[in-house]
């Protein structure tokens, strides 16, 4: 199947003014993913989706291809979903949703969130990484657990899976996975989702995957073995990421 990489960059951002404009090594932090995910090549087409003519005009001076889609979109989910009804993305039988403000995204966290659904697995894919039993108590980085066919079973704010004796720690039969926020759906799932009314789950935990988890949708997860790309919401993480982005590039 053709696969469509949509970026959905909304500037109403409340802890990071601004934030698709936002200077990442000099250019728009918007225009750095979309410069990270068209160099992987791992689609057929990538376009950004926003709501404000700035981000459009950045996104278009900088050679990305852009397009205007409604302010009143709750998420970015919505807002890919109105991208993928739109008559010249027609032909593109998997839609891969790339957040805006991860420019450090790791190549087969979308790629492997893609081939569950390019192989006729799964309706929507996302991905992984093992990650230390450290962040179990940290509610900023969720986690999953995945069952033995690679189906999430459950995603979470809290440390999931719970340990119970501690010896289990550091056993190859159970890792603690940190989950990437990127997703790939069939065309038909992706409708089905943004249709879905939104369920108590995802209203207590926040996460908007647990929607169609509970509607009964099956979510493959791709397990990346690369670190976890670290999202950018605040200023200290801006900060953070500048520094970092020289190395980044130099280590490419």
């Known amino acids: 199947m053709r696969t469509l990489i949509v970026i959905p960059a909304r500037l109403a951002a409340v802890r990071l003014p601004q ?9 728009p932090l918007v225009v750095r993913v979309w410069q990270r995910v068209s160099e992987m090549k791992v689609a057929d087409r990538c376009v950004v989706a926003t709501d404000d ?6 996104a278009r001076d900088a050679g990305a291809e852009a397009v205007m889609t409604s302010s009143g979109h709750v998420s970015g989910t919505d807002r890919v979903a109105e991208v993928a009804s739109m008559p010249q993305f027609a032909e593109y039988g998997t839609i891969v949703n790339v957040q805006g403000d991860e420019p450090f995204i790791g190549r087969y966290a979308i790629e492997g969130a893609a081939s569950m659904v390019n192989s006729g697995r799964f309706p929507v894919g996302t991905s992984a ?6 962040i179990s108590g940290n509610p900023n980085l969720v986690k999953v657990v995945v069952g033995n066919d690679g ?22 039969e159970i890792r603690m996975l940190q989950h990437i926020g990127v997703y790939a759906y069939s065309r038909d799932a992706l ?14 935990e926040r996460l908007e995957q ?10 493959g997860v791709a397990i990346a073995n690369e670190p976890p790309a670290s999202g950018i919401d605040t200023e200290d993480d801006l900060a953070a990421a500048n520094a970092r982005w020289q190395e980044f590039i130099g280590g490419r």
Do not use: C, M
Request: charged share 20%; net charge positive.
């Open 19 to 27: 934030k698709p404009l936002r200077l990442l090594g000099g250019a």
């Open 53 to 58: 003519n700035t981000v459009l005009d950045a």
């Open 129 to 134: 990484s093992p990650a230390s039993w450290d």
């Open 151 to 172: 189906r999430a079973l459950y995603f979470s704010r809290a440390g999931i899976p719970f340990v119970r004796d501690r010896d289990v720690i550091g056993s190859q």
């Open 191 to 204: 409708k089905k989702w943004v249709g879905l009314p939104p369920h108590a789950l995802e209203n207590t």
């Open 210 to 219: 647990l929607r169609p988890l509970a509607a009964g949708i099956p979510i």
